[in-house]
């Protein structure tokens, strides 16, 4: 087995399945307790901007983006991000960061966050959210809190209670482009 046996795609609802099984595998059980987790309970997840590796006709890792606002600020959450064990350490995680990264900048997403290990993220261009700026539905370690900011200030935006988009209580800030 090669990378070049690996394909990149978006991800489409047949690949539901698999996803579940993947994640299943990767978080186990305890995923469903988590922060991120609770905030995707609120909404769908934008397929438009998730995508899959596949080998052999199956899934073998994904990225998922779900839109998310906080206060008057709008981002998308990335995650989760899994690969099957047999295909970890080949950048494969890696190179879904950058499709999903890439995908949002395209679609003027103004920034993206996630809850992760910043030594994994950190080279793939997010920085820790200042402490006491947003808050998650349920504790999360606050150096794990990671931005990649796409909009300049988006980021600053962010405030407050962060909770699905389709749950927003204040209306989005629109910046008039300079
Ligand atoms: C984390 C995960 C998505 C990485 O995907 P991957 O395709 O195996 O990773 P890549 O090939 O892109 O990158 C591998 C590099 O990242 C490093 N790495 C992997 N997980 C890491 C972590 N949690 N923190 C820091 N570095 C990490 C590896 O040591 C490797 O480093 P090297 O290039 O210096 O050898 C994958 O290991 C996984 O599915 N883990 C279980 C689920 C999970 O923890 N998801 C992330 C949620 S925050």
Do not use: W
Request: hydrophobic content about 45%; glycine content about 10%.
């Amino acid at each position: 087995m090669t990378l070049a046996d690996v394909t990149y795609m978006p991800e489409a609802p047949a690949h539901d399945l698999e996803i579940d099984e993947i994640n299943a595998e990767a978080f186990g059980p305890g995923r469903f307790t988590r922060a991120a987790y609770k905030i995707r309970e609120g909404g769908p997840h934008d397929r438009s901007l998730s995508f899959v590796a596949m080998h052999g006709g199956q899934v073998i890792a994904s990225v998922r983006m779900t839109p998310i606002a906080a206060g008057a600020g709008r981002a998308q959450m990335l995650g989760p991000l899994a690969v099957r064990p047999d295909f970890k350490n080949m950048g494969i995680g890696r190179k879904l960061v950058a499709m999903a990264l890439a995908a949002a900048e395209k679609s003027s997403e103004p920034a993206v966050i996630l809850v992760g290990d910043e030594p994994y993220y950190g080279p793939l261009g997010f920085v820790r959210i200042p402490r006491g700026q947003i808050e998650m539905p349920r504790p999360v370690d606050l150096n794990r809190l990671l931005a990649h900011e796409i909009v300049p200030g988006a980021v600053a935006e962010l405030t407050g209670e962060v909770c699905h988009a389709n749950l927003a209580k204040t209306p989005q800030r629109t910046t008039e482009p300079a």
